[in-house]
């Protein structure tokens, strides 16, 4: 699965490799659901780790919830587990230990901006020292080094809420919002190694950061206990990062499960007001997911997103350039 580097030019092209991206198949929305939660099962149980809420949430009236989703959403749900069901399955790779566990939450605004928007679907453009700063703050999220991040939200949205999905809550409500960060087993078999940042590993100060991840929060957890002792490291360190995984966790799982879809993105992603607010603009995840070369997810007037804002800020004074959003052509396409 090569990367394909360069940035989409539109919304139908996608960023990476076009193998496994979903397409329609109206009608197939229950047998494609039951199939996907079928093999995600198997996985899982082949011999892996999978937590006891997760299987009880299979069978659950969440399931039932999902298929009738997918059933309203018809005929836009993802075939991707008929396609991928005849594709070989990466070989889990040496290297998956390394994977940092929690890859793929955002934990800060920094994170947010950058990982997500600049380093996952280059959004825009910074210059190289800002871009690298702004990377350095996301590490101390504890969130991963930026090379599995993004690898992790780029496999989402290639293999979205399929069997293959890092966190789809067709696998069930806590699987997406948390419990696949434990499950790095079940990770690596839905999506092999990093393989999908190549414009991001040959960057040496990527790879540093690879490499020293853990080295960089511990730093600074050591540097607010001796500024601050015992409570800088509870508000500093635990209390910001519990809060904000949560947060951004819902992005995950509830904006695939509540809220609306304005857009035909043939997958679960919804628009979900509230984790918007909460999250400073990731909750308008169907509009993301249906531009995911777009620096602005909230695309109303009304749908608050102050990442977009930052950006703009960025743009007007000159930092932030080659900053994509759809045009008008680019939404009617898309529109229901
Ligand atoms: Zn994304
Ligand atoms: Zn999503």
Not at 172 to 194: A, K, Q, V, Y
Not at 223 to 252: D, E, S
Request: net charge positive; proline share 6%.
């Amino acid at each position: 699965m090569a990367l394909i580097a360069s940035p989409p030019s539109n919304p139908k092209q996608h960023q990476f490799s076009p193998l496994h991206r979903a397409t329609r198949l109206p009608g197939q929305a229950e047998l494609v659901l039951s199939r996907a939660m079928s093999n995600t099962s198997m996985v899982l149980n082949s011999g892996h780790y999978i937590s006891m809420s997760n299987k009880l949430l299979l069978n659950t009236k969440f399931s039932t919830h999902l298929r009738k989703n997918a059933n309203r959403t018809d005929p836009h749900i993802t075939s991707a587990a008929l396609v991928e069901a005849a594709e070989p399955k990466p070989k889990p790779e040496a290297a998956k230990f390394r994977r940092i566990l929690l890859s793929d939450v955002v934990v800060n605004h920094q994170r947010r901006v950058f990982f997500g928007r600049n380093l996952s679907h280059r959004s825009f453009k910074v210059p190289k020292w800002l871009e690298y700063f702004f990377a350095y703050c996301g590490v101390q999220a504890l969130q991963g080094s930026p090379i599995d991040w993004v690898s992790t939200h780029r496999y989402h949205h290639q293999f979205v809420d399929s069997e293959r999905d890092p966190h789809s809550p067709t696998a069930g409500f806590w699987f997406s919002h948390m419990s696949w960060i434990f499950d790095t087993t079940s990770l690596n078999e839905r999506c092999g190694g990093p393989n999908n940042v190549g414009d991001l590993q040959k960057q040496p100060f990527y790879r540093f950061l690879e490499k020293t991840y853990i080295i960089h929060p511990i730093a600074l957890g050591a540097l607010l206990y001796g500024l601050g002792g015992f409570p800088f490291l509870v508000w500093g360190m635990g209390v910001r990062v519990v809060w904000v995984y949560h947060i951004t966790w819902l992005v995950n799982s509830a904006c695939h499960v509540w809220g609306k879809q304005p857009w035909k993105t043939g997958d679960l992603s919804r628009n979900n007001w509230l984790v918007a607010l909460l999250s400073f603009g990731e909750g308008w995840h169907n509009n993301h997911h249906a531009f995911e070369y777009s620096a602005r997810h909230g695309l109303e007037w009304w749908e608050l997103d102050l990442t977009w804002y930052v950006v703009k800020f960025l743009q007007a004074i000159g930092f932030a350039t080659d900053v994509k959003v759809p045009t008008e052509v680019q939404k009617q396409r898309m529109a229901i």
